[in-house]
């Protein structure tokens, strides 16, 4: 679905008709999108008035309403017709379902990744594919909407699927990733399996440090020199966030310097499983001069076509870094 022309004045009259879809009263609606803890945070009448001719808070009760929906707040400007026949695929919840309705997300997520594959291999779905609605894969899976979702969301967080809120769900552009995905999903459930990923990423790695040093990719390589760069810069101005940004940047350009595009969906893959259950996101300055000068190594050695020292200058980061990372 594509968002169409944009008219700003039909905000108030499409978030009536959301309300009206929901089957909400205003009072109910204001409850369960608006409310905070000290109550609501406008009369009735005052909301009433926001939907019927707009005013100076409707922008931020749109916001609001649309954080919540995991939508973009530019579909309230759509056309209200257009809105009004598209409501019902661009909230992300029905007036209908309530519950759940399917067990464990878990089983559901490998049930939906195998489905997905599935498609793809029989040319039904490729990348860049915009796939069935919640409620066709709820009817499809026989379980809830509700329960589709979360299960399209860990997808997501996967790399998988791409949600894009106010057009559908899309197969991410690296559909590759159905095929790596599934050996490694459900690890990240206890401390065992995790360490099992740690176990893997490791080997994968190293492996993909020692091919990254034979690469004649030149485009490759020079990617893993802008990276390096970004790494250095970040480090020189003491910027935590954009330095663990870039740290994860440096090792997935490393993996696609391997020329392997199944050890850098693998490896993409697992840094995203473990971004997802390390406790802390963190690194002091101390572990940013540790971590640069590792990285330093790695490079160095890569551009020096030395996959001895490649791999072993990985092997010594990824060692270190599982001290500095606390993993559930």
């Known amino acids: 679905m594509v968002i169409a022309e944009m008219n700003p004045d039909a905000k108030p009259r499409n978030l009536r008709v959301l309300r009206r879809y929901l089957r909400l009263t205003q009072q109910q609606f204001m409850e369960r999108f608006l409310s905070g803890p000290s109550g609501a945070p406008m009369s009735i009448a005052t909301y009433s008035n926001l939907e019927r001719r707009g005013g100076k808070r409707l922008?931020?009760?749109?916001?609001?309403?649309?954080?919540?929906?995991?939508?973009?707040?530019?579909?309230?400007?759509?056309?209200?017709?257009?809105?009004?026949?598209?409501?019902?695929?661009?909230?992300?919840?029905?007036?209908?379902?309530?519950?759940?309705?399917?067990?464990?997300?878990?089983?559901?997520?490998?049930?939906?990744?195998?489905?997905?594959?599935?498609?793809?291999?029989?040319?039904?779905?490729?990348?860049?594919?915009?796939?069935?609605?919640?409620?066709?894969?709820?009817?499809?899976?026989?379980?809830?909407?509700?329960?589709?979702?979360?299960?399209?969301?860990?997808?997501?967080?996967?790399?998988?699927?791409?949600i894009r809120p106010g057009q559908g769900t899309f197969i991410s552009q690296k559909e590759s990733n159905f095929f790596a995905v599934p050996l490694s999903w459900s690890l990240f459930l206890s401390k065992p399996q995790v360490e099992d990923i740690l176990e893997v990423r490791n080997l994968i790695e190293i492996g993909a440090a020692r091919l990254a040093a034979r690469s004649t990719d030149e485009s490759a390589l020079s990617q893993l020199y802008a990276r390096s760069y970004e790494v250095f810069n970040a480090y020189d101005a003491h910027d935590q966030k954009r330095f663990l940004e870039a740290d994860v940047a440096f090792h997935t350009s490393v993996a696609s310097c391997s020329g392997n595009q199944i050890i850098f969906s693998m490896i993409e893959t697992i840094r995203n499983l473990l971004k997802r259950v390390s406790q802390t996101g963190m690194v002091t300055d101390e572990q940013m001069t540790e971590i640069y000068g590792e990285h330093k190594e790695i490079f160095g050695a890569i551009m020096s076509k030395d996959p001895d020292a490649a791999g072993k200058a990985m092997a010594k980061h990824l060692h270190n870094s599982q001290d500095r990372y606390n993993y559930q």
């Open 59 to 162: 922008d931020a009760v749109i916001t609001k309403v649309s954080r919540k929906l995991n939508l973009d707040p530019l579909v309230f400007s759509m056309d209200p017709v257009a809105f009004s026949e598209q409501v019902g695929q661009l909230v992300d919840e029905s007036p209908e379902d309530t519950g759940h309705g399917g067990g464990d997300i878990t089983e559901l997520v490998n049930r939906l990744t195998v489905f997905f594959a599935d498609k793809i291999v029989i040319g039904e779905l490729r990348k860049g594919s915009r796939i069935p609605s919640d409620r066709e894969l709820a009817q499809t899976m026989g379980v809830g909407r509700s329960a589709v979702r979360e299960a399209l969301k860990v997808l997501s967080v996967l790399g998988m699927i791409d």
